[in-house]
């Protein structure tokens, strides 16, 4: 993208459909620019493009009959009962009560650098 590229998809067709739908809704509905039509080359880095950014919020109390945390909690004990090991999240639910446990690790360096930012030298 930064070399004046678009986002490309992953996954094949699949990962094309998902590319499109992320483009209808979040540059045609929005009026934001496609990803093709920004010129990268005169924002280099970080720098934001007159992009469009879409917001969907959905309760799930008002579906399914208010029933989504036990319909989910069944499809993960489906999806385990069938040999799946590692669910979507685990590792990172495992890092936090880790980092709660025992801190995060940080390099001295990173600390100092940390600190002089925060005026605490």
Not at 36 to 59: M, N
Not at 90 to 95: I, M, N
């Amino acid at each position: 993208i930064l070399d004046g590229g678009a986002l490309l998809p992953f996954g094949g067709h699949k990962g094309s459909a998902l590319s499109m739908m992320v483009e209808l809704l979040a540059a045609a509905l929005t009026g934001g620019n496609f990803s093709f039509e920004f010129d990268w080359s005169q924002h280099p880095g970080a720098q934001t493009p007159w992009t469009g950014q879409l917001l969907i919020v959905i309760d799930p109390n008002h579906l399914g009959g208010g029933r989504f945390a036990q319909r989910s909690g069944e499809l993960v004990r489906q999806m385990q009962a069938v040999g799946l090991e590692r669910m979507p999240g685990d590792r990172r639910y495992r890092t936090r009560a880790k980092s709660l446990q025992e801190g995060i690790p940080l390099a001295a360096a990173e600390l100092a650098r940390l600190r002089a930012l925060a005026g605490d030298d």
